[in-house]
């Protein structure tokens, strides 16, 4: 089954606590992004990727860190969590970026930073 | 930076009832998507519709596009319970390269029994 696969889907950890949530595809994808989602907020974007190797800061990557060894991974890095950065975390993919096909979106990631 | 705006926040119909969101943008676009989202789960893509179409049907979802008042709308015609979710529209701006779906902060739709 094509799918986006995020672990883990909650996660509850102390302010400054290093954590990486992962985020796999099955698509073969060349595009990946992370977006949080706050109320009132909406979707934003923290970081993409259009292919191994190639990563870059979408609207608030301030706190986040983001590799893309393989194609079919990409994690999120929070390397000094705090509290602003509960959220609820979305990885999502696409062929090839966003201008001819759409995101294909994992399930949620749920942080809690106390 | 949000480019997309829904409207209504909040609508609540009848099942059988036709529901019909906004959504108004911004700057140019390559194209606009819309997307709907079940209580906290993975969004889910809807349609896609480019700059130069004006209208494009999928199943019960029509969506229109007006370029020139930069605004879109979603009409889901004989709604059913099932429809109850979030709706957001994307837009992927002509600055943007192909790298950036913009999302608005969705339409909330509720259909009663």
């Known amino acids: 089954e094509a799918q986006v696969t995020q672990n883990p889907r909650y996660l509850i950890t102390v302010t400054g606590k290093k954590l990486t949530v992962t985020c796999s595809q099955n698509?073969?994808?060349?595009?990946m992004s992370w977006y949080r989602q706050d109320p009132g907020l909406g979707l934003r974007q923290i970081y993409y990727?259009?292919?191994?190797?190639?990563?870059d800061k979408g609207d608030v990557p301030e706190g986040y860190k983001v590799s893309r060894k393989e194609k079919r991974n990409f994690p999120l890095i929070l390397e000094s969590p705090s509290p602003n950065q509960t959220s609820l975390y979305f990885c999502?993919?696409?062929?090839?970026?966003?201008?001819?096909?759409?995101?294909?979106f994992g399930n949620g990631t749920r942080l809690t930073v106390t | 930076s949000q480019q997309g705006e829904e409207d209504p926040q909040a609508l609540s119909i009848q099942e059988g009832e036709n529901a019909t969101m906004n959504c108004s943008y911004k700057t140019s676009i390559n194209n606009l998507q819309w997307y709907r989202q079940n209580s906290g789960r993975g969004l889910v893509h809807l349609i896609l519709?480019?700059?130069?179409?004006r209208e494009k049907h999928s199943g019960r979802l029509r969506v229109t596009l007006d370029t020139s008042k930069k605004s879109s709308s979603l009409l889901i015609t004989a709604s059913r319970a099932a429809d109850t979710a979030s709706y957001f529209c994307?837009?992927?701006?002509?600055?943007?390269?192909?790298?950036?779906?913009?999302f608005g902060t969705g339409t909330q739709l509720k259909v009663e029994l």
């Open positions: 990727s259009m292919n191994v190797e190639v990563t």
């Open positions: 999502a993919s696409s062929f090839r970026g966003v201008s001819s096909s759409p995101l294909h």
């Open positions: 994307a837009t992927d701006g002509l600055t943007g390269g192909g790298n950036k779906l913009t």
């Open positions: 698509m073969n994808h060349e595009y």
């Open positions: 519709i480019r700059s130069n179409e």
